[in-house]
C-alpha cells in the first residue's frame, strides 16, 4: 500500500453520516393512504422512520484498499451510495478529493439498447472522459473484459457475468482517484474474480484508493487491508482485515461451537453410520472460533450407527477435503493412504484429524466428509463445517506471502549451485 504522509488530508472524511427513511405503505388504496395520514396528523404527526446509515464518521487516505461487511441492511449499499453521489445524506458529509468512479450493481449506467462499445464511450463520457481519453483505453477496456466477440450486439442480450465484466473493466480503466465496487465480483466466473482482485491490487499499488463492499469474506482477506464492519446502519468495528473479519465471523458463530449434521439434508451414503457433529480445535483439542495459517488444529467428527453395527469391520476410509468458497479443492486428507487402523469402532465414537502447520491463507473455508466402511460409502457431508483462516507465522520467519499469490503454503528451500564448465 503506499504511504502517506500524517499531515496528508484523507481522500475521503466522513462525519457524522446518517441517511434516514419514511416508511410508507404504497400497496394501500388513495383512500386508506388518505385515512392513514390523518390517523397520523390526530396522533400528533408520528411516522415510522428508518435509519439506513446512523452516525458514522471515518477517514480513507490515498492508496488504501478498504472492505465493508455486515449483514443485508446494514447499510453498506447506502455507504457508497452516498459516496457516489447518487444519493445524499440526511445529516453530516462526506468529503471526498478526487475523481470516483463506482460500480454499484450490474450494469450500472448501461443502456440496454446500446452495443457494448456504445455503452463503453457512454460510460466513460458520464466519468468525464474525453473522447481521446476514451479512444487511448478502449482497446484495453475490451481486451481485459473478454467480450470483444459481443461488443456490437446491445448489451440486452448480455449475460450477467458479461455485465460484470464489461462494467467493472470499464470502471477500472478510466483512471479513477477513488474506485467503489459493491458487490460486483458475485456475478463473475473464478478465473475473471481474480483477474479482477488483481486489477485492484494492481490500482492501490499506483496511489489509487478502492472501497470494495462484499459478502465474500475470502475476497476481503485476500484483497483489503482494512475493513469496516457495518451494523444496522452503525459502524460496529473498523480495523485490520483480519482482527475485524475474526469479530465478524466469531460474532456470527461460524466457528466455536460444535456444528449439528445430524439434521443436514445434503448428504450420501448408506445412512448405516452418520456424522453427528463437526469441530474445530486447536492442538491441545480446545474448541476454537478461527485458526492461523501455520498453526496446529484438529478438525473432530462425532459419529454414530443408525443401524446394527456390522458384525466385522475390515476397512475404515474416511476423508477430509477444504474447499473455497467458489468450490475449489484445496487439500484433501484421506486415511487410507496413512498406515491408520480405525477398524475399532464403537456404536458412538468420533474421528481426530490433525492438521500441522495449517498451510491455508487467511479465507473462509468449507469442510467435507466422507466415511467408507467395508469399502461402502455410508456417509458423506457436503457442508460439514466452515474453518475461518487468518494470519499467521508459517514459515517462522516473520514474513509472510502476499495473500493474492496463492491459497495455500507450503515448505520449501532456494540454494544457488554454480555450474562448472
Not at 69 to 78: E, R, V
Request: hydrophobic content about 40%; proline content about 4%; overall charge neutral.
Amino acid at each position: 500500500m503506499k504511504q502517506t504522509s500524517p499531515d496528508t488530508p484523507p481522500i475521503i472524511s466522513v462525519r457524522n453520516l446518517s441517511k434516514r427513511y419514511r416508511i410508507t405503505h404504497t400497496d394501500l388504496s388513495p383512500m386508506a393512504r388518505l385515512l392513514r395520514f390523518l390517523r397520523s396528523k390526530k396522533e400528533g404527526g408520528r411516522e415510522k422512520i428508518f435509519f439506513a446509515l446512523k452516525n458514522v464518521s471515518f477517514d480513507i487516505h490515498q492508496g488504501e484498499k478498504i472492505g465493508v461487511i455486515g449483514h443485508n441492511g446494514a447499510g453498506k449499499s447506502t455507504l457508497l451510495k452516498i459516496l457516489s453521489r447518487i444519493t445524499y445524506p440526511s445529516e453530516g458529509e462526506a468529503r471526498i478529493r478526487g475523481r470516483v468512479t463506482s460500480l454499484l450493481e450490474v450494469g450500472t449506467g448501461f443502456n440496454p439498447e446500446l452495443t457494448g462499445r456504445e455503452n463503453i464511450y457512454l460510460n466513460a463520457a458520464m466519468q468525464g472522459l474525453t473522447l481521446q481519453e476514451v479512444q487511448e483505453r478502449f482497446d484495453d477496456i475490451v481486451q481485459f473484459s473478454g467480450v470483444g466477440k459481443f461488443l456490437e450486439l446491445p448489451v440486452k442480450f448480455y449475460s450477467s457475468g458479461m455485465y460484470a465484466r464489461l462494467g467493472f473493466s470499464v470502471a477500472a480503466h478510466l483512471d479513477p482517484d477513488i474506485l467503489l465496487l459493491d458487490e460486483v465480483l458475485s456475478v463473475g466466473d473464478v478465473a475473471f474474480q481474480e483477474k479482477c482482485l488483481k486489477k485492484m491490487d494492481s490500482l492501490t499499488g499506483g496511489g489509487r484508493t478502492v472501497l470494495f463492499v462484499s459478502h465474500s469474506i475470502a475476497s476481503i482477506l485476500q484483497f483489503c487491508d482494512r475493513v469496516i464492519w457495518l451494523d444496522q446502519g452503525a459502524i460496529r468495528l473498523d480495523g485490520s482485515a483480519v482482527e475485524v473479519v475474526r469479530a465478524y465471523e466469531e460474532t456470527n458463530r461460524v466457528g466455536g461451537d460444535p456444528m449439528d449434521l445430524s439434521c443436514v439434508t445434503d448428504r450420501r451414503g448408506t445412512g448405516v453410520a452418520r456424522f453427528l457433529k463437526s469441530q474445530l480445535a486447536d492442538a491441545d483439542g480446545r474448541p476454537c472460533e478461527s485458526v492461523r495459517t501455520g498453526q496446529d488444529i484438529q478438525v473432530i467428527l462425532e459419529y454414530e450407527f443408525q443401524e446394527e453395527m456390522p458384525e466385522k469391520i475390515h476397512s475404515v476410509d474416511i476423508a477430509l477435503a477444504v474447499e473455497n468458497e467458489r468450490q475449489q479443492r484445496l487439500i484433501s486428507m484421506h486415511s487410507d493412504v496413512l498406515e491408520t487402523d480405525l477398524t475399532g469402532m464403537k456404536k458412538r465414537g468420533r474421528f481426530v484429524c490433525r492438521i500441522e502447520r495449517l498451510p491455508l491463507m487467511p479465507a473462509v473455508y468449507q469442510l467435507l466428509v466422507s466415511l467408507h466402511i467395508n469399502h461402502q460409502l455410508v456417509d458423506k457431508v457436503g457442508r460439514a463445517g466452515k474453518v475461518v483462516v487468518t494470519e499467521g507465522d508459517f514459515f517462522g520467519t516473520g514474513r509472510l506471502p502476499h495473500k493474492a499469490i496463492a491459497p495455500v503454503c507450503v515448505d520449501f528451500d532456494w540454494r544457488h549451485e554454480s555450474i562448472t564448465s
